[in-house]
C-alpha cells in the first residue's frame, strides 16, 4: 500500500555546505565601479545567487569525488583515458545504460581482471563512431579529449583554416546554425568566416495562454526553410559544416526536436556536407525529446542519445555542462564519415595521403596535451566519467528541468517577462519587452538590468544579446538573430527552492522599477572579439 501525498519526495540531500557572507549593495556598487561594471570581472565571493553560467559550476555527487580518488596521473595511456572513451560509448552511442567502464575500473586489481580489462577496456576494437577503440586511436584517430568546449572549437577551426583557404583561396565561407554559442562564433570569425543563427524568432517570444504550453514546442529547432534559402543563395560548396546546438543556448536554452536534427541532417547529407553538433547540453535535450516527443515516452535517455548522435558527423561538446564536471571537453568525429571524407586528403587510387585525424592529433599534442589527457589532470577526467552517467539519469534530469520551469513560471507571475518555456539550463528575461520597448540597441539596457540585479540584490545573471551578442558591429541580416535576452543559468545540483524564491522576489522588484536602470555606454573594448568578457563599461 502507498500512502501518496501532494508534495513530491526529495530525490537528493545537500552533503557539502559553503557559507556567504553578509555584503551590503553600497560595498558591492564599489566593486562594480573598481572593475568596470563588466559582470565577469565581479568577485563571486560577494554574491547570494550566481546565475552568471552553468559551465563548471556544477556540486559533483559523492559518487563523483569518489572516483576522482581512482584518478590515474600517468603521463601516457592514465586509466582514465580508457574508462572516458567507453563512458561516451555507453552514454552516447550504445543505447543501454550500462556503466561497463566504471565497474570495470573498480573491478580491475587483479590478474584475472587484468585480462578483463585488456579485452574489454585498454584493447577494445571499436570503430565506426565517434570514440575508435585501441589501436584504431592511432590508425585513424577520431576522438580529442580538450580542457573545454571552446578547446574543441579552435581545435576544429585552427585545422580546417590553412586547409579551406589552400583549397579555396580568397573564398568567404558561410557556417549556419539554429545558433551558435558566443565562443562558436567567435572561432568562425576568426577564421574570416560568417556565422549564421537561423531559428524561429517569432516563435521565441510567443507567450502561450496561461503561462503553459501543453507539450513543448522545441524552440530550439533550426528553421529548415532559413536553411534552404541560404544554401540557395550562397551556395552549398561555401558552406563547408552546418552546425546545430542542443539544447540551443543562445535561443534561451531551449531544445532541438529529434525530428528537425533528423531533417537537417538529410539536407546536410543531401549536399555532401558534415553535419556538426555542438552538444553541451545533450543530455537536457534528449530528456525533452522524452517528454515531449511524439514516440520517445518510453525511451531511456540514453536510448534517445544513441538516435540524436547517429544524425551528425561530428560532436564538439564542452563537458562543463552535461559531464555533471567542473571541467573537460570534446572534439570527435565519425569515423570515416563525411566530415573524415571531406577533409582528408586521398591519393588517386583512393588511398588515404592526409588523414585529418592526425592533423587534429597533432594540434591537440601542441596546444592542449597529449592526447590521453589533452589537458585534464586525471582526477578530473574520472569525475567526468561518472558525471556523464550522472547527466543520463531520469530522475535528476526531470528534477533539473522542472527548477527552471519553476523559476520561469514564478518570474512569469510576478509579471517579468521571460521566455517560456524555461530552457534546459536556465530561464531568460525578455530585455526588449522589460523595458517596453523603450530603450534603443546601443543602450546596452540587459546588461544595465544585469548589473542591477547584481548591485542591488547581489545576484548574478549573464547578458546574452546587444552587448554579448555584438548587435552595434554586425549586419543587418544578422542583427535580425541576436536575441535580446539577459541569461539566469542554473548551476547544476546546487540550488534549493529557496534561491529561485529570492531570484523572483528580486527580479520582480527591479522590473517594478526599471525606469531607475540606467543605460550604459562602453568605454573600452567594444570592437574586442567576444568583448563581453573583457570590455569596460559605464552608466
Ligand atoms: N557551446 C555551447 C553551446 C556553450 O554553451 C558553451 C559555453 C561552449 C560551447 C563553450 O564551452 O565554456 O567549456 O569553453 N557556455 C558557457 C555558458 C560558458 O555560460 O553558456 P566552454
Redesign the pocket.
Same mark, same amino acid.
Given at each position: 500500500m502507498e500512502y501518496p501525498l501532494n508534495v513530491e519526495a526529495p530525490k537528493s540531500f545537500t552533503h557539502v555546505v559553503r557559507n556567504l557572507p553578509t555584503v551590503t549593495a553600497e560595498q558591492r556598487l564599489r566593486a562594480l565601479k573598481a572593475t568596470h561594471y563588466n559582470e565577469f570581472a565581479f568577485p563571486a565571493g560577494m554574491l547570494y545567487v550566481d546565475c552568471? !553560467?552553468? !559551465?563548471?559550476t556544477t556540486s559533483m555527487t559523492d559518487a563523483q569525488w569518489g572516483a576522482m580518488f581512482l584518478g590515474d596521473e600517468s603521463y601516457g595511456r592514465n586509466k582514465g583515458y580508457y574508462v572516458l572513451l567507453d563512458a561516451f560509448r555507453d552514454v552516447w552511442e550504445r543505447g543501454d545504460q550500462q556503466k561497463r567502464a566504471i565497474d570495470l575500473l573498480r573491478s580491475g586489481v587483479d590478474k584475472d581482471d587484468v585480462e578483463k580489462m585488456m579485452d574489454e577496456l585498454y584493447l577494445v576494437d571499436t570503430e565506426g563512431g565517434f570514440i575508435n577503440g585501441g589501436s584504431y586511436q592511432l590508425e585513424r584517430p577520431n576522438t580529442f579529449i580538450v580542457?573545454? @568546449?571552446?578547446? =574543441?572549437?579552435a581545435l576544429l577551426f585552427d585545422v580546417i583554416k590553412p586547409l579551406l583557404a589552400k583549397r579555396y583561396p580568397g573564398k568567404v565561407f558561410t557556417i549556419p546554425s539554429n545558433a551558435?554559442?558566443?565562443?562558436?562564433e567567435g572561432n568562425i570569425k576568426q577564421m574570416g568566416s560568417v556565422p549564421r543563427n537561423l531559428f524561429h524568432k517569432e516563435l521565441l517570444f510567443e507567450i502561450p495562454e496561461g503561462g503553459k504550453y501543453e507539450k513543448n514546442p522545441f524552440k530550439g529547432d533550426m528553421d529548415i526553410d532559413k536553411l534552404n534559402q541560404l544554401l540557395d543563395s550562397v551556395g552549398i560548396e561555401n558552406v563547408p559544416l552546418i552546425y546545430t *546546438?542542443v *539544447? /540551443? /543556448? !543562445?535561443v534561451c536554452g531551449q531544445p532541438v526536436s529529434m525530428a528537425n536534427m533528423r531533417a537537417v541532417s538529410a539536407i546536410a547529407h543531401k549536399h555532401g556536407i558534415p553535419f556538426v553538433m555542438?552538444g =553541451?547540453?545533450w543530455a537536457e535535450n534528449c530528456y525533452f525529446i522524452k517528454m515531449n516527443e511524439e514516440g520517445y515516452a518510453d525511451k531511456s535517455i540514453a536510448e534517445i542519445a544513441k538516435e540524436m548522435f547517429s544524425y551528425f558527423d561530428v560532436v !564538439? =561538446?564542452?563537458?562543463?555542462?552535461n559531464g555533471h564536471a567542473n571541467m @573537460? @571537453?570534446l572534439l570527435a568525429f565519425r569515423d570515416k564519415g563525411y566530415f573524415w571524407k571531406n577533409f582528408s586528403e586521398f591519393n588517386e587510387d583512393g588511398s588515404v595521403k592526409v588523414d585529418i585525424g592526425h592533423l587534429l592529433k597533432v594540434r591537440q599534442i601542441s596546444a592542449y596535451g597529449n592526447d590521453s589527457y589533452g589537458g585534464m589532470s586525471g582526477h578530473d577526467i574520472m569525475a567526468l566519467c561518472v558525471g556523464l552517467y550522472e547527466e543520463q539519469r531520469f530522475e535528476y534530469q526531470d528534477e533539473r528541468v522542472r527548477q527552471c520551469e519553476y523559476l520561469a513560471q514564478g518570474l512569469h507571475q510576478a509579471g517579468v517577462p521571460v521566455v517560456l518555456p524555461a530552457g534546459g539550463?536556465g530561464v531568460y528575461i525578455d530585455v526588449d519587452k522589460f523595458f517596453g520597448y523603450k530603450r534603443d540597441h546601443e543602450s546596452f539596457a540587459g546588461q544595465a538590468l544585469s548589473l542591477e540585479m547584481i548591485h542591488r540584490y547581489g545576484i548574478r545573471c549573464?547578458e546574452?544579446g546587444d552587448f554579448s551578442m555584438e548587435y552595434d558591429l554586425k549586419t543587418p541580416e544578422q542583427k535580425a538573430e541576436v536575441c535580446n535576452v539577459v541569461?539566469l =543559468?542554473i548551476n547544476r545540483s546546487q540550488y534549493s527552492k529557496q534561491h529561485m524564491d529570492y531570484i523572483i522576489a528580486a527580479a520582480a522588484q527591479l522590473y517594478k522599477d526599471r525606469d531607475t536602470i540606467p543605460n550604459l555606454k562602453i568605454t573600452f573594448g567594444r570592437t574586442l572579439p567576444m568583448r563581453h568578457f573583457h570590455a569596460w563599461l559605464e552608466p
Open positions: 552568471l !553560467s552553468d !559551465s563548471g580542457p573545454q @568546449g571552446r578547446c =574543441a572549437e551558435h554559442f558566443d565562443t562558436t *546546438t *539544447t /540551443n /543556448n !543562445s555542438d =553541451a547540453r !564538439s =561538446a564542452s563537458l562543463k555542462k @573537460g @571537453g539550463h549573464s546574452l541569461r =543559468a
